[in-house]
């Protein structure tokens, strides 16, 4: 151990330590872009220390095919990484649904998206129906009806039908816009298909869901609480 930490401290040696370092950092990445930054980044290290420092010619040269094939492999991430430019309303949906997603698995999940523009009064989910497209609000307004009677109203950040995708139960309710509405729509089955196979995605949007249902039950309790306002204190006597 005693050598280990001498050799690591002498900067003749430090260059070969410092190719295993980036290695392990490399092999640590969960993002496959960085794994390959780091790959190059370590090959690039090793290419010096065999080339320059202990002239070792047959390992140098392994090291330039090591960095060769790993920037042929990040280029290769980083062109099918180009998406097409987005709009502010897909803009919107990944900064608040899926940020913390990489580029494959965005562009994974708005390949199955579908964006759609609806006016007032169009009947976005009914009550009782099976099997109901998740959709998530990017603008305008919807309003929430159980049996007839509105109990609710959701806006721009909210998901419609996230309960009936998670439970595999019918719609509690009907949506119907209220205002023009700008809308991702994910059919049911095929979006349970890619989560299968994908689960950093499911974790993201059941975190989305948890987060959107929170929001969704501290305004109707606002709402209840604006419609039945606590009454004012009496004044007391001795």
């Not at 190719?19 to 290290?45: N, P």
């Not at 501290?218 to 419609?227: D, F, L, P, T, V």
Request: overall charge neutral; hydrophobic content about 45%; glycine content about 8%.
């Amino acid at each position: 151990m005693e050598e280990f930490w001498r050799d690591l401290s002498n900067p003749e040696y430090a260059y070969g330590h410092l190719t295993y370092i980036f290695g392990i950092l490399a092999v640590a990445m969960r993002s496959m872009r960085w794994l390959r930054i780091f790959f190059v980044a370590s090959g690039l290290v090793g290419l010096y220390y065999y080339g320059f420092v202990v002239s070792d010619k047959v390992s140098a040269m392994w090291e330039f095919m090591f960095v060769s094939v790993n920037v042929a492999q990040l280029a290769l991430i980083l062109i099918l990484g180009r998406r097409r430019a987005v709009d502010e309303h897909e803009r919107f949906f990944i900064a608040n649904v899926a940020p913390l997603l990489d580029d494959a698995q965005r562009r994974k999940l708005m390949k199955i998206a579908l964006w759609r523009t609806h006016a007032p009064g169009d009947l976005l989910m009914e009550e009782g129906e099976k099997n109901p497209r998740l959709i998530y609000l990017t603008r305008g307004a919807a309003s929430i009806e159980q049996g007839g009677n509105l109990i609710g109203v959701c806006g721009a950040g909210d998901f419609l039908g996230e309960m009936s995708f998670l439970t595999g139960k019918p719609a509690s309710a009907t949506v119907r816009v209220a205002n023009e509405a700008r809308c991702c729509v994910f059919d049911a089955g095929v979006l349970r298909a890619l989560l299968d196979r994908n689960p950093e995605i499911l974790q993201t949007l059941e975190n989305s869901f948890n987060r959107n249902l929170v929001g969704k039950l501290e305004r109707m309790n606002q709402a209840r609480q604006s419609e039945h306002p606590a009454p004012a204190p009496k004044d007391s006597y001795a």
